[in-house]
């Protein structure tokens, strides 16, 4: 006998005999519902107060309650909801003890409601203050009206996990097999190795099993971080000086920290508090990255100050020669905003910063890494721009199916090798002159505003940087540099990323003593005295003493004390000074020593 299940979670149905007693049909219940069976209570109807709790009927057969009658094979069951840590799911999710550690900024926000509140409308609202209508309730964060009404181009992330998350419930309503769907899944270009198909394995055979689909480019509907904001105006300025000096430009990566964007619903800022340059090898134009030795001291204390990376920046300005300060405006409508070369570097750093969720069935989704470019603005000023490049690009990438064009504004889409590379068809949909939606092959080129997701930028109204100074210094300081930047002010200067790199450079402080360092620099109301008392800082200031000393001796046209020849006496073997005569020991002479 088949039994239709109605319960608050959907629909299941069971197969039981009529012989069967509650407990049984209990069992079977809470099996397919992953409830504990002790909570149910079954009834005729869906009314809580006619249900009869299982403890009551547990021992009674299913044919005594005449089940096999056309009411009875409706059922309906009322449970308690199990809770978090003891509920049990099939989700192809790793399990809790091994999911990656997400941003803070990323469980902050899947905990908030993301609606967007509305006021009273005072022409179509007729209700009182303590109801709401059509016209005023809150709308959902990926409403499409509000994105264009206040010119979001791209919803944020989060907003797309809301919108995601509302189209497979109403594709699944049951709750049970909703839990059990990923909402993210990569996207990938790569022929699938190994493949179920009866054929030798890529590249000496392919099927349709194993080969990418066709792919069809779109502009991403969605964005990993919503806007850039440089905690002081101070860090772009600093970061210019080398264009200026030399007119060559300069790359940098960004490490600052993500919080709450207000100004998009459920959006993310990453708010820039450090500008590090790398080892470069720089020109008028372009830029050659060298291998950086001391990246990991830099990690360590971008680690220790509590800061991640979060995207890269590089200038792209030539002056025009009015010496007026302007620069000629390169990156327009009408030329590109991202070259397909700087495309194709944007999603290598990507792929190599992902973004860790749990809400993906491999820990990772997309990537928060920016890029952004200094660049001159339609007037002939400086302006920032920043960018981040479309997930089927960083898959493209990965899979080498695309390589940068000579034109700068296309992308090259790459040919099949038998045997060694597999290209799938690429199509982009555009508007002819005419109007209509067009779907064009991208071979054997496309234009790169495809790969492209615009990211808004900005400055503090009440600059409060997290170090007070940011001046960006270099980063092969020596002890005497040190010193000297350290005489005077002593709480302020240490309080800047590049001096406390330097510091770190030296070994001479603890790992303990290093954070109360750090702590020292990021936060202006803790005083230095318990640094002062630490050994390794005293050691360090000794260390720094000496080398300011001898070289302020040597400005002064002084010399170093020369090690001078020593002597050992050849009747008691004591090591004398090479300017004696007698030992000191025993008073022999030396001469013949």
């Given amino acids: 006998m088949l039994l239709r299940i109605r319960s608050k979670d959907g629909m299941v149905r069971v197969q039981v005999d009529p012989t069967d007693t509650f407990g049984t049909l209990a069992v079977k219940v809470g099996a397919e519902l992953k409830v504990d069976a002790l909570s149910l209570s079954f009834g005729t109807t869906p009314n809580p107060s006619t249900m009869t709790h299982l403890s009551a009927m547990k021992e009674q057969t299913l044919a005594s309650a005449q089940l096999q009658t056309q009411t009875w094979n409706m059922v309906f069951v009322l449970y308690d909801s199990p809770t978090t840590a003891d509920s049990v799911s099939s989700t192809p999710l790793p399990p809790p003890e091994s999911q990656p550690h997400q941003a803070n900024v990323d469980t902050f926000l899947e905990k908030q409601s993301g609606f967007i509140k509305r006021p009273k409308d005072s022409k179509f609202c007729r209700h009182g203050d303590h109801a709401m209508c059509d016209y005023c309730m809150p709308l959902e964060p990926y409403d499409q009206s509000y994105l264009e009404e206040n010119k979001i181009k791209h919803m944020s992330f989060h907003s797309y996990l809301r919108q995601r998350s509302a189209t497979q419930q109403t594709k699944t309503p049951s709750a049970g097999v909703h839990q059990q769907l990923p909402l993210l899944e990569e996207f990938h270009c790569k022929v699938k190795v190994p493949c179920t198909g009866a054929h030798a394995p890529w590249p000496e055979g392919i099927c349709t099993k194993c080969q990418p689909s066709a792919i069809t480019l779109q502009q991403q509907i969605y964005r990993m971080v919503d806007h850039v904001e440089f905690s002081s105006a101070s860090l772009i300025d600093h970061f210019l000086d080398a264009w200026r000096s030399t007119g060559c430009q300069r790359f940098g990566y960004l490490y600052g920290r993500y919080e709450p964007y207000l100004e998009v619903p459920l959006g993310i800022k990453a708010v820039v508090e450090v500008i590090v340059e790398p080892d470069q090898e720089d020109h008028v134009d372009g830029i050659s990255l060298q291998p950086w030795e001391k990246e990991q001291d830099i990690d360590t204390v971008v680690g220790v100050c509590g800061l991640v990376k979060l995207g890269m920046v590089f200038t792209d300005l030539v002056d025009n020669g009015s010496g007026t300060g302007k620069v000629i405006p390169k990156r327009h409508v009408d030329s590109h905003f991202l070259s397909s070369q700087e495309c194709l570097f944007a999603a290598e750093m990507q792929r190599r910063h992902p973004n860790l969720t749990r809400h993906s069935a491999t820990g990772h989704f997309g990537s928060k890494f920016v890029s952004c470019v200094i660049s001159g603005d339609l007037e002939g000023n400086v302006d920032v721009m920043a960018y981040q490049v479309s997930n089927s690009l960083v898959a493209m990438e990965e899979a080498g199916i695309v390589e940068a064009s000579r034109k700068p504004s296309v992308m090259r889409v790459k040919e099949s090798v038998p045997h060694e590379r597999y290209v799938p068809e690429v199509f982009y949909k555009y508007k002819n002159s005419y109007g209509v939606l067009v779907k064009s092959s991208a071979k054997p080129t496309f234009p790169v505003e495809y790969l492209l997701v615009n990211v808004t930028h900005g400055f503090p109204h009440i600059p409060s940087p997290l170090f007070r100074t940011t001046h960006q210094g270099r980063l092969d300081q020596n002890l005497v540099a040190l010193a000297h930047h350290l005489e005077d002010h002593l709480s302020e200067k240490v309080s800047n990323f590049h001096v406390l790199t330097a510091i770190h450079s030296t070994h001479v402080l603890s790992p303990s003593e290093f954070q109360l360092l750090c702590a020292v620099a990021t936060h202006p109301e803790q005083g ?49 000074a090479g300017n004696e005569e007698n030992c000191e020991m025993c008073g022999l002479p030396l001469a013949d020593a």
């Fill in 528 to 576: 230095m005295e318990d640094l002062e008392n630490t050994p390794g800082w005293k050691t360090l200031q000794l260390a720094l003493k000496e080398a300011q000393g001898s070289a302020n001796y040597l400005e002064k046209g002084g010399a170093l004390p020369i090690e001078t020849k020593q002597i050992s006496c050849r009747h008691c073997t004591f090591t004398n």
